[in-house]
T-cell receptor
Framework: GAVVSQHPSRVICKSGTSVKIECRSLDFQATTMFWYRQFPKQSLMLMATSNEGSKATYEQGVEKDKFLINHASLTLSTLTVTSAHPEDSSFYIC?????????????????FGDGTRLSIL | QKEVEQNSGPLSVPEGAIASLNCTYS??????FFWYRQYSGKSPELIMS????GDKEDGRFTAQLNKASQYVSLLIRDSQPSDSATYLC????????????FGRGTSLIVHP
C-alpha cells in the first residue's frame, strides 16, 4: 500500500521550455503533498507544500512564479517548472501522507514517488 | 535555521559487520525521527521511524534516539553489499508540524 507514482521519470529539454511533473497517490488520498529538489550529493530540499484545493506553501527562497504547483484533487499534484534553465536541472521528488491514517500528526512518515530527473540543455 | 547534521562519509564496512550511522539535530522540540535509504538515482525509502528515547529494533536495523543529546543513530547488523546506499536522517519540525528536515545523508559502502 501507500504507493506514490511520479511521472515522467526523466526529462531532457531545451532551455526556455516549461516542464510539468505529475505526482499521484495511487491507493490513498493525500490532502497534502510535498515537492523536493535534490542536487547531486546534496540533501533533499523542500520546495513547497501542496495543499488540495488551496494555494501551495513555498519555502523561503523558492520562486512561486517559476515553480507552479497545482493540487487539483486528493490524489494528484503537479509541479510545473516554467521557462526552465540549465540551473534548474536537478532531481525532483514528490511525497505524500495518507489522510486516512489518524491522527494526522507528525509521527507519520512520508511516501515518496520515484523522482524525476530533469536535464535542461 | 533548523538543521540536521550527518557525516557525509563514505562509511566503509566489511560484509557481516555492524554499520553505525549518526545524526544530530538542532531543533530541541522535534518529536519524530526517520531514517531513509536512498540508492543512487532513486527516491528515498523509509527504513525506520522512532519517536521515544531508547532503542527500536526491526530486523537487522536498530534506531537509537537520545533527545537530551539531540542525537539519533541507525545500526545495521550483518551488513550486506545490498545495504550500500546513502542513508538520510529526517527530523520533523517541532510544533506539531509534519514537515521533515533532511540531513545530507551518509554514504555507506559494504564491501565483500
Amino acid at each position: 500500500g501507500a504507493v506514490v507514482s511520479q511521472h515522467p521519470s526523466r526529462v531532457i529539454c531545451k532551455s526556455g521550455t516549461s516542464v510539468k511533473i505529475e505526482c499521484r497517490s495511487l491507493d490513498f488520498q493525500a490532502t497534502t503533498m510535498f515537492w523536493y529538489r535534490q542536487f547531486p550529493k546534496q540533501s533533499l530540499m523542500l520546495m513547497a507544500t501542496s495543499n488540495e484545493g488551496s494555494k501551495a506553501t513555498y519555502e523561503q527562497g523558492v520562486e512561486k512564479d517559476k515553480f507552479l504547483i497545482n493540487h487539483a484533487s486528493l490524489t494528484l499534484s503537479t509541479l510545473t517548472v516554467t521557462s526552465a534553465h540549465p540551473e534548474d536541472s536537478s532531481f525532483y521528488i514528490c511525497s505524500a501522507r495518507d489522510r486516512s491514517v489518524m491522527p494526522m500528526n507528525s509521527n507519520q512518515p512520508q511516501h515518496f514517488g520515484d523522482g524525476t530527473r530533469l536535464s535542461i540543455l | 535555521q533548523k538543521e540536521v547534521e550527518q557525516n557525509s562519509g563514505p562509511l566503509s564496512v566489511p560484509e557481516g559487520a555492524i554499520a553505525s550511522l549518526n545524526c544530530t539535530y538542532s531543533d530541541r522540540g522535534s518529536q519524530s525521527f526517520f531514517w531513509y535509504r536512498q540508492y543512487s538515482g532513486k527516491s528515498p525509502e523509509l527504513i525506520m521511524s522512532i519517536y521515544s528515547n531508547g532503542d527500536k529494533e526491526d530486523g537487522r536495523f536498530t534506531a537509537q534516539l537520545n533527545k537530551a543529546s539531540q542525537y539519533v543513530s541507525l545500526l545495521i547488523r550483518d551488513s550486506q553489499p545490498s545495504d550500500s546506499a546513502t542513508y538520510l536522517c529526517a527530523v520533523n519540525r517541532a510544533g506539531g508540524s509534519y514537515i521533515p528536515t533532511f540531513g545530507r545523508g551518509t554514504s555507506l559502502i559494504v564491501h565483500p
